[in-house]
């Protein structure tokens, strides 16, 4: 199930981050412009184009790569001072050099989302979507950190279950979505790690939402960062079992049984479509271990 999008869709690229990338930055270290005399009308859309894709590209690489070492860290290979036991050791499952092979392949797929993301943030940038930035309009706070989130997760949600779906279909799961398949047992480092046209299709509901419902900037920013998040911990194999929640769980249930749990954050469309599968019980998740014929089996 893909995800990244969203991770570019960290996209941060709206809200005038570009024009402050280029006043305090691309004007002042390579052109010798002062911040004073900024004038982004003499900008062309090649550099608009360029100063975004630059400014999502760093920071989805800080993003990546602080949190997903971080998670992975606490919760596969942190030990416990007493005993020296490994604090998730029935996670650490993985095959050999795989996480070297899942940061590859996303530093490759990151380089070309970020690219393929810029137009929709140039379009932010142009006033072109529905963003807005006084909390008076759209009904005050309870719309804009509230409602307008709801029906984010509720639109995404239901556009990426059909979209991951037909990722799934024999003429585009071979080109796009197999290399992500490739990681069985996923780590935090296979969150990002797929083809870029796969995590591009997955990520487009979250910018075409704001072309359709108005969305407060800051709720949006939130909401884009909490996706990033998400990308991660269903990755990570660790779970809470909450009600009507698609958790690291189910996820884990995607990559291992193939044909279930396309859901990005709910179960209903799994379970509406008939591709829902219960993760809690079957081994680990119902707390019988894993045993090593399996072990071995999916590494």
Not at 58 to 63: D, G, K, N, Q, R
Not at 103 to 113: E, H, Q
Not at 128 to 155: Q, R, S
Not at 193 to 210: N, T
Request: hydrophobic fraction near 40%; aromatic fraction near 18%.
């Amino acid at each position: 199930m893909l995800e990244v999008p969203t991770i570019i869709g960290l996209g941060l690229g709206f809200d005038g981050s570009a024009n402050w990338v280029n006043k305090f930055i691309v004007d002042p270290y390579l052109f010798g412009i002062k911040s004073e005399d900024f004038n982004p009308e003499t900008h062309g859309l090649l550099r608009k184009f360029l100063v975004i894709w630059g400014f999502l590209l760093v920071m989805t690489y800080l993003f990546y790569f602080t949190f997903c070492p971080l998670t992975y860290y606490f919760l596969f290979k942190r030990k416990d001072k007493k005993t020296g036991e490994n604090k998730a050791n029935w996670f650490q499952r993985e095959g050999k050099d795989q996480v070297k092979n899942e940061i590859k392949t996303s530093l490759w797929s990151i380089a070309v989302m970020t690219a393929m993301t810029a137009p929709f943030e140039l379009l932010v940038e142009s006033g072109k979507t529905k963003i807005y930035w006084d909390l008076n309009e759209h009904g005050g706070k309870l719309y804009a950190f509230v409602i307008a989130p709801i029906m984010f997760v509720a639109f995404s949600d239901t556009c990426i279950y059909w979209i991951h779906r037909g990722l799934h279909h024999k003429k585009l799961y071979k080109p796009l979505h197999k290399l992500h398949h490739r990681y069985k047992e996923t780590t935090p480092f296979s969150a990002y790690a797929f083809h870029p046209i796969d995590g591009w299709l997955q990520g487009c509901p979250y910018h075409i939402f704001v072309f359709l419902f108005p969305m407060h900037h800051v709720a949006y920013f939130i909401s884009l960062a909490c996706v990033g998040m998400w990308t991660i911990n269903i990755h990570d194999r660790v779970t809470w079992n909450l009600p009507f929640v698609n958790g690291a769980a189910h996820h884990t249930v995607h990559h291992t049984g193939f044909n279930y749990n396309y859901g990005q954050y709910l179960v209903f469309w799994d379970k509406l479509g008939g591709s829902y599968r219960d993760p809690f019980v079957t081994a680990p998740y119902n707390g019988t271990p894993l045993d090593k014929e399996k072990r071995f089996k999916t590494s």
